[in-house]
């Protein structure tokens, strides 16, 4: 049982522009979500958070914003660099468990 | 570099056999957690120990043990292997910033299983 989805597997956005990485979960307790870059032969590597508390999340070209009613977050970089292409994972857990739970993945091309 | 270790990077391997795989954190994490990463799948949680003692289990097969020696570092034992079991195993640790635990994984060790 999939409890977080990223229901898109590839994005392709024209440098300059914006991207638009979305991911839904199904799991109420969950009260903070993560996302994750990867590059090919490359392990994840952290890129931004938010808690449950906050809607909206900034760091740089980096915005994560949380509807918890919808339980669907979103991560924005603008302007996207070629540099932003690999895949994106959202990630999730609650405090009252050990697990992180990932989606399968976005993958991004940005097209200089 | 997240300052996590994992060896080796690449492993092949035939089917009915058994593999260990290292992870070393990063210093001063007491969190390891294993991940299986298999074609086209999110990375799928196995288990985590915490300051050596198992803290968490996911989808671990019966076949796929793990420990974490006092030293911290963390081995991933997959016994009697299936081709099904080829695929990206990362290790992450964790560390908390303002009560909020945040991962980081190694590079990978690539399995396949022939």
């Known amino acids: 049982d999939q409890q977080v989805k990223q229901n898109s597997p590839s994005l392709s956005v024209q440098e300059g522009r914006i991207s638009i990485l979305n991911c839904d979960y199904t799991n109420s307790m969950f009260d903070y979500f993560l996302w994750y870059k990867k590059y090919p032969a490359e392990g994840p590597t952290f890129l931004i958070s938010i808690s449950s508390i906050k809607d909206k999340n900034e760091d740089g070209r980096f915005t994560v914003f949380l509807n918890k009613s919808a339980k669907h977050l979103s991560l924005h970089i603008v302007p996207s660099q070629p540099g932003d292409s690999a895949v994106y994972f959202c990630?999730?857990?609650?405090?009252?468990?050990?697990?992180?739970?990932f989606g399968t993945g976005t993958s991004l091309t940005v097209i200089p | 570099d997240s300052g996590v270790t994992q060896t080796p990077k690449h492993l092949i391997t035939a089917t009915g056999q058994r593999v260990t795989l290292r992870c070393s954190p990063r210093?001063?994490?007491?969190?390891v957690y294993w991940y299986q990463q298999s074609l086209d799948q999110g990375l799928q949680f196995l288990i985590q120990y915490y300051n050596g003692e198992e803290r968490a289990k996911g989808n671990i097969l019966e076949r796929f043990s793990a420990q974490q020696f006092p030293d911290l570092h963390s081995e991933l034992n997959l016994s009697s292997l299936e081709l099904g079991d080829s695929a990206l195993y990362f290790c992450?640790?964790?560390?908390?910033?303002?009560?909020?635990?945040?991962?980081?994984f190694g590079p990978g060790t690539r399995l396949l299983v022939l």
């Open positions: 992450a640790s964790s560390s908390f910033n303002r009560d909020q635990e945040t991962q980081y």
């Open positions: 210093s001063g994490d007491l969190s």
């Open positions: 990630a999730a857990s609650s405090n009252t468990g050990n697990q992180f739970y």
